[in-house]
């Protein structure tokens, strides 16, 4: 299940910008670069990021670094409404009128500075979403040739199934990770596989170097063990947990630091064995399994 001829490991560009580390137009196009070397084709953004500035910045550093559109694959994301300098909306809440998809494409395109967009994504579900109205700019858009593979994220199976009665849906890109492991058993990633959706992890370290609470507490020693086993590091050993499953999960990582973005793929290499994959998932549950 390969859909654009996307890398097996996507980049996000969330805290490339403002969110994170205001990176110089230089350091961008070293990132892009970096990532490119490495066999990371893929960018994962959203038009929010950084207060609605990241796009247009990675897209000044894009046009910058000489490097061929079709060498990259975008993606994007549409639909939250976010208060913010640039966007004083009295509250955060979300928009899939068509027009506000229309606009929130375009705008996409013009800060990203293409033509098209690989991956365009709902980001979160709304309870007012219209399945009708989504499928047919959606459709419009995809004529057009502004996307070409439209996907949703954070969506449940239902609300999953309520869009593709309108339209193909061919990605879900979903919180999971160790220590956020309910996706195991709400359905959603089950529900993918039977219907040939991807399925994109973001946050896929999860908490694990966010805080030090007891899951962190708990997966430490399970971690530090098996990284002499399989001679590597725990941001790895926790890349490697999430591509074992079959659902052949696209994890979408979000360091800025080179040697990290290497050592991501790198994970991919490693084959965990069962037990440590169940010692892993019983130090972050607190139990064995049933
Ligand atoms: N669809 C959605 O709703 C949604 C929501 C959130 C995020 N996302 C996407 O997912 C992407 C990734 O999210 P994320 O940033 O939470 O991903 P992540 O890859 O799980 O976490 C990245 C964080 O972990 C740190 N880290 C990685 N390896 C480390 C190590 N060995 N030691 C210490 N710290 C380490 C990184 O710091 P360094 O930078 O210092 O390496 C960075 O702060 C975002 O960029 C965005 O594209 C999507």
Known sequence: MNKSNQSRIISGVMNWGKWGENLSNNKMIELIECNIETGINTFDHADIYGGYTTEREFGEAFKSSGIQRDKIKLITKCGI???????????????????HIRYSVENSLKNLKTDYIDIFLLHRPSPLMRNDEIAEI???????????????????????????????VEYNQIECSLTNSEFLSDGVIDFCQT?????????????YFKKIDNIHKRIEPVLKKLQEKYSCSD????????MKHPAHILPVIGTTKKERIKASMEAIKINMDYVDWFSLLEASKGKRVA
């Open 235 to 242: 941001d790895q050993l926790l890349l490697a947990w999430l």
């Open 138 to 168: 959606i459709s419009k858009l995809k004529n057009e040739g502004k996307i070409k593979i439209f996907g949703l994220s954070n969506f449940t199976e239902p609300q999953i199934k309520l869009i593709k009665k309108n339209i193909d």
């Open 195 to 207: 219907k040939n959706i991807n399925i994109m992890a973001w946050s896929p370290l999860g908490s």
């Open 81 to 99: 409404q976010y208060p913010c300098d640039s966007k004083p909306f009295k509250i955060k809440y979300y928009d899939y009128s068509s027009k």
